[in-house]
């Protein structure tokens, strides 16, 4: 798809194969108890798999066909475990990064990169809490303490003086790749189930499991599958339409109701938001856990069905789709099997630096700073690290071009050159990332004496 189109929906790439947004745990967000990961909701256990190679250990879980091996010696839960271990798959292509001179980031000399300086800042403590990136961050997070956050001239001679840009490039030296837009809503809602908002939106329940692969293969670090015990055998979770019909075994635990299925929807693809409450409270929502099937796009289900034209298959186009047809939105989005859970972020502590941002919480597990932040693939960008974006505003020539850190990741957030603008909060911010799908380039921002990253 070229630049300005604008086939998106709630600021994520409906035609993606796979989630966007799903805000994935790493080591860092869990250290600092912000992940995206409810680990007190969900076990985790090695597995390896008889009959599938790894490629296809996904898969495995997603489809029935594909079973494990014979049971070894029962565990708790007990899990079969065969006696040979398939061979890893092969690891991702390697991006390329080419030094370049500040000068050669179209913008970068007028771009207030002060107003970046928060997010950073937020960043270094994440950075720092982490051994393995404790390293590699210290001295720059260590001198940016002495910069004045208002000394606008100062903060861009830090970041100057402190790193050296590296231009993206995927393997095979594509340097221009997509950016697509999200954004944090808001949503009316009620504690209790009423006659008008009774559309629940879930913690994870307690049978979901958490396979962690890296427990067999130390290359594979955060990749994990997700799944049930049923006997002796780990199998797929639950789809969409087993939970929301109450197929699902084990009672589901909701944590708030909404008023429209759509919406809700909606909020599960940006992976959080805020509900207000009928007494004017408000209760932010973060990601907590995914049931493990891939997401399929209904904007392509409506394509390719003829219920809507391309041109319209938008979040408000689907939306106006659905008012138009309420009788059939339901098996419209059971036609995308995936299904998030959430859990409710604890307000911020007052005049705490979190507070100042006011952001949902990322990936690095520091709120995100509208405007100023991105997600990125981590497996080429790693979360932490500044990044100078070159794109255009949505359905514009507009540039666009600032300093973003790269503070959070996506499901559907694959390859080298390849970003989610943060929007913010609220309508306005959900009608730029609705529409935002446009070409763009990025540079890494990497540490002075420190080698680029190898991925």
Not at 331 to 347: H, I
Request: charged fraction near 20%; charge should be neutral; glycine fraction near 8%.
């Amino acid at each position: 798809m070229g630049a300005g189109s604008p086939v998106l929906a709630s600021g994520r790439n409906f035609f993606r194969g796979a989630m966007v947004h799903h805000t994935m745990a790493t080591a860092a967000a869990n250290a600092k108890s912000a992940s995206m990961k409810n680990h007190s909701m969900a076990r985790t256990f090695p597995l390896t798999l008889r009959s599938c190679a790894f490629a296809t250990a996904l898969s495995c879980l997603m489809l029935a066909g594909c079973q494990t091996a014979p049971p070894a010696p029962p565990v708790a839960p007990p899990v079969a475990v065969p006696p040979a271990v398939p061979p890893p798959p092969a690891s991702p292509p390697k991006p390329v990064f080419t030094p370049s001179a500040w000068t050669e980031m179209p913008g970068w000399s007028a771009d207030a990169v002060e107003a970046a300086w928060p997010a950073f800042r937020i960043g270094c403590r994440a950075l720092l809490a982490d051994p393995k990136t404790m390293q590699l961050w210290q001295s720059p997070c260590a001198d940016s303490e002495q910069v004045d956050p208002n000394d606008a001239r100062g903060i861009r001679a830090f970041f100057e003086s402190h790193f050296i840009p590296y231009r993206v490039a995927d393997a095979d030296g594509r340097s221009v790749g997509r950016v697509t837009g999200y954004y944090e809503p808001l949503q009316k809602g009620s504690r209790e189930r009423t006659a008008q908002f009774g559309v629940p939106l879930y913690a994870p329940p307690d049978d979901l499991l958490t396979v962690d692969l890296s427990e067999l293969y130390p290359e594979l670090k955060d990749k994990r599958v997700r799944g049930r015990v049923d006997g002796k055998k780990v199998v797929p979770y639950w789809t969409r339409a087993d939970i929301e019909r109450g197929a699902a075994p084990v009672p589901a635990k909701p944590l708030v109701y909404v008023a429209d299925p759509v919406e809700a929807f909606y909020l599960e693809i940006q992976g959080s938001g805020r509900i207000e409450f009928a007494d004017g409270s408000v209760v932010r929502l973060g990601y907590a856990d995914q049931n493990g099937h891939p997401y399929r796009s209904i904007a392509r289900v409506l394509i390719d069905r003829g219920d809507l034209p391309r041109e319209r298959a938008s979040m408000q186009g689907i939306s106006a789709w659905a008012k138009a047809h309420p009788e059939q939105t339901r098996a419209l989005l059971d036609e995308n099997p995936s299904y998030v859970y959430f859990r409710e972020v604890p307000p911020p502590a007052p005049g705490s630096p979190e507070a100042r941002i006011d952001g949902p919480i990322g990936s690095l597990g520091v709120p995100l700073l509208a405007e100023r932040t991105i997600a990125v693939d981590p497996r080429s960008i790693p979360l932490g690290a500044p990044v100078f974006l070159a794109t255009t505003l949505p359905l514009s020539k507009t540039p666009l071009e600032r300093l973003v850190m790269a503070q959070d990741t996506g499901g559907a957030i694959r390859g080298a050159v390849r970003a989610d603008y943060f929007w913010g909060f609220g309508p306005q911010a959900g009608h730029e990332a609705g529409r935002m799908l446009q070409d763009g380039r990025m540079w890494l921002l990497w540490p002075k004496g420190a080698d680029p990253p190898a991925r």
